[in-house]
């Protein structure tokens, strides 16, 4: 059975919903009150949902990816305003700078820890579920790309105008271009094609003065910040413009799996060496699991061409992998996109145009770059800590190939600065089901191990770290409030020399910090 697209279903119920929502905050604070009186003279349409209302906790509920932030003390928030088109964007925002409350905007609702839909101050989430239109224009070889849209959203419409066409963004199709592209945004493409964001090449955005500006008017500083500076730190991105990049019209994914047992170390000590130096058109991830007591490593690649071609490549680079053709499956890109994204290639392709995905777990993340090889000591560690976790734990690690474009472009070509230097990048992972705070701190203690035992393998001064793969244990502030000082722990990490020029873009552009989260761009 197909599920209503979630964005047709809100826009109908906002008439009515709008009517219980005002009922329902008549009784509450003043301050919510009066925003929505503000609200309305702005406009009388702007659906917005109050708690205790009909379909507030299933609009809450319906884009958030991890449980830990599901929970009845998770702080909720005052009301969730769901704009119909930018002018509503803009009133939302000018309501929220009115009357002192803190704005969060949510486009997918994947942020790792929650920052989309959570505070600790009262806020209002403004969730761009209902603006999520893609625009394709196969002769200019871009579109338009609404900030509510989701990958799988973008990644099917461009497949519906054209098969040479692609774009490099992230794997999951459920992840939001607002917060994805404001990140990075990592794919399979992007030893070929470089970062989501590395392809933007106008926006829109809303202000803290609630002015709508493009690429021009805002300027090419703001417009760099936004490529990369992370979400929620310099206005709200209602659209952006991006370039299509061209894909053959077969590509080649395989998957191959060893047990330890089976040679895996000595498959992942050559791996660390070739991948990031392999042609751009061959992307070969690493995920490192347990399966019940055993470890696994599996490889997974891309290969922008066919399958004789890929043997071809990788028997001359790579032979120890031993890929053979029954390992591999020819298709179209957008059918890569299904397969990366566990769905079967032949399926059909409306799967990504569906926002709610019913698997969401528990997880904790953490990132780290890597400048040199791990030795094969290293790796017997990283399995004791696989070892050592619960028999309930599902311990995982990624390791994506740097190098191709991600290392031609420069390290301030955008704020994100993670690039020749870097031969791969690590994701270390916690997933668990069991809900409650000893299995939270169980799963969270082991990471917490894991990363610490990594502390001298991978880089230094500064650690580098994935913004869009965010941590808090790298530093936070309670609302955003963060001196220069304290946002270089985090800031730092995240985007190195480029933590000055955001800073500074930061205190032209929102000089009263209107734009804030726990791990925000701090104004000087
Ligand atoms: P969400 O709506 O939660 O926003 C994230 C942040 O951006 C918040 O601070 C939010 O306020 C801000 N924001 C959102 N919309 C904004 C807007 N319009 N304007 C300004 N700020 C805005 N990454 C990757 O590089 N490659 C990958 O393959 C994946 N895969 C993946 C799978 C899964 C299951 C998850 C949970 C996450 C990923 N990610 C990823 C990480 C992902 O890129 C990251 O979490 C993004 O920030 C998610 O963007 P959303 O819009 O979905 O999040």
Redesign the pocket.
Known sequence: METPKSSTLFSQFYVLLVVFSISCSASSSPVQDNFVLCLNNQSSKIPFYAPNTPFYSTILQS?I??LRFLSSTTPKPQLIVTPLDDSHVQASVICCRKHGLQL?????????E????TSDVPFIVV??VNIGSVDVNVEEGSAWVQ??A??GEVYYKIAEKSRTYGFP????H??????????????TLARKFG??ADNIIDAR?VNANGEILDRKSMGEDLFWA?RGG?????????AWKIKLVPVPQTVTVSMVSRFLEQGANALVLKWQRIAHTLPKELFIRVQLCRVDTRMRVTFQTMYLGTTDQLLKEVNQSFPELGLRSSDCAEMSWIQSILSFDDFPKDGALDVLLNRT?TLTRF?KAKSDFVKEPFSETVLRGIWKQFYDADEAMQPMMFLSPYGGRLSEIGESEIPFPHRKEYINEVQHLAWWDKEGIEASNKNIDWLRRLYGYMTPYVSQSPRAS?????DLDLGHSSNGTATYAQASAWGVKYFNNNFEKLVQVKSKFDPDNF?R?E??IPVV
């Open positions: 884009s990816k991890n969060k905007v949510r486009s997918g609702g994947h942020d790792y929650g920052l989309s839909y969730d761009l900030a509510g989701t990958l963004g992230g794997t999951c459920t992840v939001g271009v607002g917060g994805h592209f404001s990140g990075g945004g990592y794919g970062l989501a955005l936004i992370g979400g929620g730190s310099f206005g709200v991105v209602v995905q997880f994935y913004i869009n793969y965010r734009f989260n791990q925000s």
